[in-house]
């Protein structure tokens, strides 16, 4: 079983599309856990609030099979691929990381986001503080003490599955 890690973010009917997003990986992933639900303001660009979390999972599938996964929930949820790079989102899931792997395709992996963002590195060190960033020394916990919290506003929200 490979362990991976997977951030989910909304700012479109944000409790509809987080709560789908619980329940599309609880049906294909395993042993499933997840963050605290946290809010930022958007990065990028002017929009509205972004509910954002961080998912840790095994599977069994195959690297690309999970990174067409993830985009097959985003579609299923009616996420849009034609809008800009930075812009509203119904549901958003990135594969952070994959075991230790390190790679370019299907995916960059592990996701530069994880140290640029602290709506990544914040719920990636509450659920994973001493799993190391593949290709580094460095613990999430670690990252997120060293992080300059100040950059980015986020805040624990309470969110209740429906």
């Known amino acids: 079983m490979s362990q991976i890690y997977?951030?989910?973010g909304s700012n479109i009917d944000k409790q509809r599309y987080i709560s789908n997003a619980f329940d599309a990986l609880e049906a294909v992933f395993e042993q499933v856990v997840f963050?605290?639900?946290?809010e930022s303001e958007a990065v990028g660009f002017a929009g509205e609030n972004f509910y954002n979390l961080v998912a840790g999972a095994q599977t069994d599938l195959p690297l690309a099979t999970v990174v067409a996964q993830l985009k097959q929930i985003e579609n299923d949820n009616g996420r849009l691929r034609s809008t800009e790079k930075f812009s509203a989102r119904t549901l958003d899931l990135d594969l952070l990381s994959y075991d230790d792997i390190i790679a370019d395709q299907p995916a960059q992996i592990p996701r530069d986001e994880i140290t640029k963002n602290a709506f990544v590195l914040w719920p990636l060190a509450e659920i994973a503080p001493a799993q190391?960033?593949?290709?580094t020394q460095?613990?999430?916990q670690q990252l997120w003490q060293d992080y300059d919290q100040s950059k980015q506003k986020l805040w624990i929200v309470d969110f209740n599955r429906t």
Not at 35 to 38: C, Q
Not at 132 to 135: I, K, R, S
């Open 35 to 38: 963050s605290s639900v946290f």
């Open 132 to 135: 190391q960033l593949p290709g």
């Open 138 to 140: 460095n613990t999430y």
């Open 6 to 8: 997977i951030s989910i």
